[in-house]
């Protein structure tokens, strides 16, 4: 497939580039995260002057870090991921990673999710005693 001046699709894909604001517009972030998300070392955009220009791979790596934060990940593990993608041509190394970190999370999530379901017991406990109070001293 082609664009109107013939050049193939894919290729302009590859080279199509975001601002700041596109790419913010497009992640549902606000600016001053992208920049934090630069100064960690987790993309690297390219600069016009004072200008941040953002590659297919910048705007990649921006997604795979918003997604990561959704899941809860720490910007260091999201960046040591990232880092091994770049390492490793076949991801192997990643993924084994990534699978450890998710397998980590998910205990983590269980845990909390033990310890929420333990807290709403107690305070739904305390709620019951407190009505029950209120019954008893309203039919003494």
């Known amino acids: 497939m082609t664009d109107p001046m013939g050049a193939p699709v894919e290729a302009m894909d590859r080279q199509r580039c975001f601002s700041l604001a596109e790419l913010c517009r497009e992640l549902g972030i606000t ?26 791979r910048d705007r990649a790596r921006a997604k795979l870090v918003v997604r990561g934060k959704q899941l809860g990940f720490t910007l260091k593990q999201i960046k040591d991921l990232l880092d091994l993608y770049d390492a490793d041509p076949q991801h192997r190394v990643q993924k084994v990673a990534l699978l450890k970190e998710i397998q980590k999370r998910i205990r983590t999530l269980h845990e909390m999710n033990a310890a929420i379901a333990t807290t709403l017991a107690d305070l739904e406990n305390i709620q019951q005693s407190i009505i029950e109070s209120f019954d008893r001293e309203e039919a003494a």
């Open 31 to 56: 600016p001053r995260s992208l920049r934090f998300y630069e100064d960690k070392g987790l993309i690297a955009p390219a600069r016009a002057g004072t200008r941040r220009i953002y590659s297919m």
